[in-house]
């Protein structure tokens, strides 16, 4: 499996950036998705998930309303849309899937494949 995230990029707090991930290597249909992020200095932590099928997503509390995840099955994708980005915002986000199908995300980041990251940097 492969996870290629892209988008990332430096914005101004209160700006917009959308995060995309492709995922190649085998089905992508049946596999919950999501995004964690580590900040400077910090440890890695949960973003944003979407089941197997779209039908629930999931967020950190400091990022509702503002973030939202959504998949493309036809296109392989997983999206991240974020709004009214804050510095505390900025980190390196990483795109995870899970590796076995129809579970959610689970808190043991073993349970994961994990993309390398792309920055994302929010300045004040």
Not at 12 to 36: D, E, H, K
Not at 89 to 106: E, G, I, M, N
Request: charge should be positive.
């Amino acid at each position: 499996v492969q996870l290629q995230a892209s988008g990332g990029g430096s914005v101004q707090a209160g700006g917009s950036l959308r995060l995309s991930c492709s995922s190649t290597g085998r089905i992508f249909s049946v596999y919950a998705m999501g995004w964690f992020r580590q900040a400077p200095g910090k440890e890695r932590e949960f973003v944003a998930a979407i089941t197997w099928n779209g039908d629930t997503t999931n967020y950190t509390d400091s990022v509702k309303g503002r973030f939202t995840i959504s998949r493309g099955n036809a296109k392989r994708t997983v999206d991240l849309q974020m709004t009214g980005l804050k510095p505390e915002d900025t980190a390196v986000y990483y795109c995870v899937q899970h590796r076995v199908p129809y579970q959610p995300l689970s808190d043991d980041n073993d349970d994961h494949y994990w993309g390398k990251g792309t920055l994302v940097t929010v300045s004040s």
